[in-house]
């Protein structure tokens, strides 16, 4: 049994999709954020301190969107990835690390800088230049956006869940109205997903 340590909304939300497009069976820890914080002893199990953590047999990984890619290889949900052999497995790899590397890094700073931080050390320049940031780099999935309904090989795959998990965050943030039309279309499409339904109840019935 795959066992995920997990905080609602956060990186491993990419992972909880993933498991659930797949359908597979899994252990959700659910933890308060940040666990480093609010659950000392979690340390003892991933020293970063950081979610998602995922154990499945003797493999342990802290990366949401290499565990995606992971779990479909694995768990032969070949639809959910793109083949070597395939014309779009070099945009699908870039896609896949885009969400996170790219996209999400930008808004952490948003997020820290106007939430998390103490009052004192929260500094409205710093959110305000990474938000830009991140508005200047999701012109890319604006662009995929105007040709295709999903970022690479004309089906829905990890890569999608990667930056939809960006799309996400953005939301939590209040920046999703500032999205263009093509790239709101693509989110509204991504959340009628019946696994990203079902990740949503996993984590609120946790
Ligand atoms: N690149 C990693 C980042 C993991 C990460 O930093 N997760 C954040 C939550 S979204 C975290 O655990 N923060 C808590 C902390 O830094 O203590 C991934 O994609 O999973």
């Not at 930008?106 to 050390?121: I, K, M």
């Amino acid at each position: 049994m795959i066992t995920l340590y997990h905080c609602r909304n956060a990186r491993s939300f990419r992972v909880l999709w993933a498991l659930c497009e797949i359908g597979l069976d899994y252990e959700l820890k659910l933890l308060p954020f940040p666990p480093r914080v609010h659950q000392r002893e979690y340390l003892d199990i991933n020293p970063l301190g950081t979610i998602p953590y995922m154990i499945d047999g003797e493999t342990r990984m802290t990366e949401s969107s290499a565990i995606c890619h992971y779990l479909a290889v694995h768990y032969e949900a070949r639809e959910l990835l793109v083949q070597p052999d395939e014309q779009d497995y070099g945009a699908y790899l870039n896609w896949l690390f885009f969400g996170e590397a790219t996209l999400t890094f930008p808004q952490t700073l948003v997020l820290r800088y106007t939430r998390l931080e103490p009052e004192e050390r929260r500094n409205p320049q710093v959110a305000e230049d990474y938000e830009r940031w991140f508005f200047g780099r999701l012109r890319a999935v604006d662009a995929a956006m105007q040709k295709s309904e999903t970022l690479c090989a004309g089906r829905f795959t990890m890569a999608d869940i990667s930056v939809g998990f960006a799309l996400m965050l953005a939301e939590e943030l209040g920046l999703s109205g500032k999205f263009t039309e093509p790239v709101a279309a693509y989110w509204n499409r991504l959340q009628q997903r019946p696994a990203f339904k079902a990740a949503l109840a996993a984590q609120d019935a946790g």
